[in-house]
């Protein structure tokens, strides 16, 4: 009998092998969106793709927050209105990839996967303009800011495709005229440089591709909902890390 429950043993554990070899073949396929941010999609060997499959997997334990550019270029046409901050390469000189908000909340502060800066926070055409845009020709990536439960996800006339995550401690940030979702709903919570969408140019009337990225933060209103909030300048909030002021 001793022999049998070896066999029997013997048996579940191949079983449980077998299982387990087969786990990366069930998950779904990476996004090009999600290969673009890993900085591994092309120097990966055509010859073994299904390296790329247990890649989202490898990136949770990467330390550092994803889903946001390393550095920042301006726009054509776009620095003169940031001044000094430009160089002659067009790059923001004092941008911050991670900003803190209430002195909490770690920010990412451009949370696209590609693009550069075409609009900043401030009065435009006599209207505040609430957030920054990122304008791109190609339905890039749009990641979650930092974690957070999704508090809005649906279109509007004036911001088209739009979410916004409530990341706690009075801290939203909201995104516009996504070409369209992933797959979160209303009330899911994310993770810091989840993919939330696409970039787009949704919206009642005809516009560029672009993100429209707002920072807001306060109380949410019971009615208002996030137009309650008070916005705040991404660019200007101080870097993680810093010492607090
Ligand atoms: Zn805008």
């Known amino acids: 009998m001793a022999s049998l429950e070896k066999y029997v043993f013997l048996g579940a554990v191949t079983v449980a092998i077998i299982l387990m070899a087969r786990t990366p073949d ?8 999600d290969l673009a941010d890993t900085g591994l999609a092309s120097d990966s060997p055509a010859a073994n793709p299904s390296r790329h499959d247990v890649l989202p997997a490898v990136l949770t334990l990467t330390p550092a927050p994803r889903g946001h550019l390393d550095t920042l270029l301006a726009c054509k046409g776009m620095a003169p209105s940031l001044g000094n901050n430009v160089d002659g390469d067009l790059r923001v000189t004092d941008y911050k990839p991670l900003v803190v908000a209430q002195g909490s909340v770690t920010l990412a502060t451009a949370p696209v996967g590609g693009g550069c800066l075409s609009s ?39 911001y088209g495709n739009m ?6 401690a009075g801290v939203y940030t909201r995104y516009a005229h996504l070409e369209d979702f992933s797959d979160i709903r209303q009330g899911d919570q994310v993770v810091a440089g989840q993919m ?20 807001l ?3 949410w209103g019971a ?6 909030l008070e916005p705040v300048d991404v660019l200007a909030l101080p870097a993680a890390g810093d010492p607090a002021p």
């Open 223 to 228: 009615r208002s909902g996030s137009f309650a």
């Open 217 to 219: 933060t306060g109380q």
């Open 120 to 158: 900043i926070f401030g009065q435009r055409n006599g209207r505040l303009h609430k957030g920054v845009d990122f304008y791109h020709d190609a339905p890039v990536p749009i990641y979650a800011a930092a974690a957070g439960k999704i508090r809005r996800r649906l279109y509007r006339e004036d």
């Open 26 to 33: 069930t998950q779904p396929p990476a996004r090009p969106g």
């Open 163 to 168: 979410v916004v995550i409530d990341h706690g």
């Open 196 to 215: 939330i969408g696409t970039m787009g140019n949704t919206a009642g009337y005809r516009l560029p591709r672009h993100l429209h990225y707002e920072v």
